[in-house]
């Protein structure tokens, strides 16, 4: 039979499940046997059984015909050294834990307990989660707000260079691009900035592991120049859920660090089918080229033709003023609302559920849409039927309007001093509770999170500002909500007694 691609983890367990093996090793399953009992083997075939007795199959341990992720010197090491030679990096790990393991071990590699790193306030709990385990101190940079959809990008170019001007001993920057909506932005100037400073620049790439793959898709972090990416290829690629990769080229990071910290965070018996899985999806983009999206940006594009004609109240999020601003977005999301302002981005997805349609997220205003390889006219057609099902009246009046109020007041917030996460700081200290009028230049003790946007304005151990005050009453008064709070209407805030 003509290889159709080569996958060297793929084949090692391919190769290792048809050697009629006998394991006397983990997992405990023995290849998918352990579900094979004399009492239900009949009724076995067909069975929902049956789908995890194949993956068992392929389902093994470190064995010399396959390979260790942790000290890789076969198949794993082959795949991703063509990995690192597809994504253009100069080194690839492959990570069973998702993003979030690639986010915290380049934390950890770089920062020392109270060094001092720049972060993108609005990123994935996994980097606060990276803060905190590595006890460093993260000067947090407010991201820009695109006007017409409120959305929460990216901080400014001339934000980093303050950052890196005002704390000169800052070990990294570390960034998030494209957001969850798919709106991102050239990298290219960011990296020269960090690097005029001779630091490195990590970028969160967790839902672009397709850019640069296709004429259409923006260009990867790695190919603007980025020191260490991270990208969850089990969010766009054909990877099982938890396969990630982190990109790594020149020399500002230690890699045998970075190998010590990804050894601590990943379980040293970590998922083949997950290893194979990236390395199917590699093999796949080598074998097809940009092919491999082909289907899914005309469905994509098709889908959008057809919102287009439609007198509906559902519409697509406006992108003009966004790629105006010179944001680049991602052809393979599409982001809906109601532009009558009476669902929810919530209600919306539920009515899409009920229609069978399953939406990647929601929020108070926008539901996300993430068009996968292999989306076909039919799937489109069915999301094209659930939406011509919502009826309701078009007014030119839009919910983006009410939103794009609360997200304006963020931009109040700029850099933020050094947030201590180092937990030994907070060990013996005691919080109060006072009015948060009174809060100016103390400590905060809770982390003030306004839903939406969802982007915390405040830390616990980080400083109020007179801005923070005002911003958070001005948000209160609004309605909004904020998650967590003892206080949900922070007439009250939690402070740290100095
Ligand atoms: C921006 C961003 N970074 C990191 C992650 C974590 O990715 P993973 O689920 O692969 O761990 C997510 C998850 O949604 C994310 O949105």
């Known amino acids: 039979m003509k290889k159709l691609f080569i996958a060297p983890i793929f084949e090692a367990l391919l190769d290792h499940a048809a050697s009629n093996p006998v394991g006397f090793h983990v997992p405990g399953h023995h290849g998918g046997q352990a579900l094979k009992q004399d009492t239900w083997v009949e009724q076995m075939e067909n069975s929902p059984f049956e789908y995890f ?103 400014t170019v001339k934000q980093v260079e303050d950052a890196l001007a005002a704390y000169p001993e800052a070990k990294a920057v570390f960034l998030s691009n494209p957001n969850y909506y798919g709106m991102g932005v050239k990298l290219a100037a960011y990296v020269d900035a960090v690097h005029r400073y001779d630091k490195p620049i990590l970028i969160d790439e967790a839902h672009g592991a397709h850019y640069g793959l296709h004429a259409s898709f923006p260009r990867s972090a790695i190919s603007e120049g ?23 080229q020149g020399n500002r990071i230690s890699r045998d660090t970075l ?14 089918p997950i290893l194979a899985s990236i390395d199917i999806s590699r093999a796949m983009i080598d074998a097809l080229g940009a092919g491999l999206f082909e289907q899914s940006l005309h469905s994509a594009a098709s889908f959008r033709d057809w919102l287009q004609l439609q007198n509906t109240v559902i519409c697509e999020m406006k992108t003009e003023a966004a790629r105006r601003e010179g944001l680049l977005l991602d052809p393979l999301r599409v982001v809906l609302c109601d532009r009558s302002g009476v669902r929810t981005g919530y209600e919306l997805q539920k009515h899409l559920e009920q229609n069978g349609i399953f939406a990647e997220m929601a929020d108070p205003c926008y539901v996300v849409l993430v068009f996968g390889i292999q989306t076909s006219m039919h799937d489109t057609q069915r999301l094209q039927q659930a939406i011509g099902a919502i009826n309701g009246e078009v007014k030119e009046h839009s919910i983006n309007t009410r939103k794009s109020v609360y997200m304006n007041e963020t931009m ?9 996460f180092n937990r030994a700081g907070f060990k013996n200290k005691t919080s109060l509770r006072i009015q948060l009028s009174a809060a100016e230049h103390h400590i905060s003790a809770e982390m003030v999170t306004p839903y939406p946007p969802g982007i915390a304005i405040l830390y616990p151990g980080e400083r109020i500002t007179p801005a923070m005050v005002t911003h958070i009453q001005k948000l209160s008064a609004m309605g909004a909500k904020f998650q967590g709070a003892v206080d949900p209407t922070m007439a009250t805030i939690s402070i740290f007694e100095q």
């Open 226 to 248: 980025a020191d260490a990416v991270v990208q969850s290829a089990h969010k766009t690629l054909p990877t099982l859920t938890m396969g990630a990769m982190l990109h790594i």
């Open 53 to 155: 007795y194949k993956i068992m199959q392929l389902d093994v341990t470190e064995l010399s015909s396959t390979d260790d992720l942790h000290h890789p010197e076969a198949s794993i090491m082959q795949a991703q050294q063509l990995a690192a030679a597809t994504f253009g990096a100069e080194e690839t790990f492959f990570l069973v834990g998702g993003s979030t393991s690639g986010n915290i071990a380049l934390l950890l590699a770089l920062c020392e307990p109270d060094d001092v790193i720049i972060v993108q306030r609005n990123v994935h709990k996994s980097i606060i989660s990276g803060l905190k385990l590595a006890g460093a101190k993260a000067v947090f940079l407010s991201p820009q707000i695109e006007p017409q959809t409120g959305l929460a990008t990216i901080p």
């Open 259 to 272: 190998r010590q910290s990804l050894a601590m965070l990943q379980s040293s018996s970590p998922s083949f």
């Open 412 to 420: 109040l917030i700029t850099n933020s001093e050094p947030v201590s």
